[in-house]
């Protein structure tokens, strides 16, 4: 326990917080017929501490196994070593979690990981699957919210959008002050979007 | 810029996210900048000749940018731009509404007409019939052919 808690608050040189590490299958997709196999963990990228994690675990249960003759419960060593990185990460990273997509796609699939991981490890921790798989997309979802905000509001305010303002309001100065019509207006930031190569 | 932050925010997903993840955050990211060029353009009261060219070239910019945005796994050359636009219709709730209002603007009062006789299938699908009526009265003039096309959408 002492070893997972250094590894998730990151004060193990093996796995600093920021490393990632590749994992899971290559899952061939079939044209028309979707994936070809529903239980592998797809290749993706997740935090070495995730993967740490994990190999913690698998070594919990063999000593578990070693010492006990009872398969592991809900209140063995490796459920508390996965509830552990629960509920720290996202306290210990939630700036980066928040501002970071890499970080936060990151950090998704770490929990995905965690949660495929935790069934592997034992079909008794089924209970842990779906508060990781929440606790993933959750983030992502609040992140992919955050930046759809931010480029809408560029899109809608952005530079270019004042940019076509301004010279819409140096035309109507040139015209004597005279306000130009909504069609005139429309027509000019269109026409600074143009200019641009067609992206707004 | 809309178009470049999303290629920014894709490129760090790029890696990181397996496809079917990939493809539906960038989708999500896409719709934001579909969304808001069609609310200022489904907000004109009255578009020149001019600036529907300039609507037309925009929007296939953008659609087209957005497009290549999204993974797609196709060894078949041939089929890839379709399955680009499969992807895009999986992942974007707003592609085909943005893909049809960019085409709108390429057409002519006897074309839409014409399309909406043949049932126009999953061209107008994702237009309703107020948003089309509001981009008709917008675009052409009062005559007896608008009328016509705005009988028909009743």
Not at chain 1, 95 to 121: D, E, G, M, Y
Not at chain 2, 20 to 25: A, C, D, E, Q
Request: proline fraction near 2%; charged fraction near 25%.
């Amino acid at each position: 326990m002492v070893r997972a808690r250094s590894l998730i608050l990151g004060e193990d040189e093996s796995a600093p917080a920021g490393n990632v590490v590749t994992v899971g299958e290559e899952v061939e997709e079939i044209e028309g017929e979707g994936e070809e196999d529903y239980f592998k963990f797809k290749k993706c990228q997740v935090m070495a501490i995730a993967k740490k994690v994990v190999e913690l675990c698998e070594e919990a249960k063999q000593f578990e196994a070693e010492f006990s003759d009872c398969e592991p419960t809900s209140t063995s060593t490796s459920t508390t070593i996965l509830q552990l990185f629960k509920l720290l990460v996202p306290r210990q990273q939630s700036q980066a979690i928040k501002t970071s997509p890499k970080r936060c796609a990151v950090f998704h699939n770490s929990c995905l990981f965690l949660a495929h991981s935790s069934v592997t490890l034992n079909p008794s921790f089924l209970s842990l699957y779906p508060s990781f798989t929440r606790l993933g997309c959750d983030a992502l979802a609040d992140l992919i919210d955050g930046q759809r905000e931010e480029i809408e509001s560029v899109v809608r305010g952005g530079m270019e959008v004042s940019e076509c303002r301004q010279l819409v309001n140096g035309v109507a100065k040139l015209l004597g002050g005279s306000r130009l019509t909504p069609l005139a207006s429309f027509q000019f930031i269109l026409l600074g979007a143009a200019l641009r190569g067609g992206d707004c | 810029m809309g178009n470049l932050m999303v290629s920014r925010i894709s490129a760090q997903f790029s890696n990181v996210l397996n496809t079917l993840h990939y493809n539906h955050s960038v989708g999500k990211l896409i719709d934001a900048v579909f969304g808001a060029l069609l609310e200022v353009v489904m907000m004109a009261s009255d578009v020149s000749a001019v600036a529907c060219e300039k609507i037309e070239e925009i929007f296939e910019g953008v659609g087209r940018a957005g497009v290549e945005c999204l993974k797609c796994c196709c060894s078949q050359i041939d089929k890839l731009e379709q399955m680009q636009i499969e992807i895009a219709r999986e992942n974007s709730s707003l592609f085909e509404k943005f893909d049809a209002v960019g085409k709108f603007f390429s057409m002519n009062l006897n074309m839409i007409g014409r399309k909406m006789v043949e049932g126009g299938g999953d061209f107008w699908r994702s237009l309703t019939k107020e948003e089309m009526r509001g981009l008709v009265e917008a675009t052409f003039g009062q005559s007896e052919k608008r009328d016509n096309v705005l009988k028909a959408l009743v």
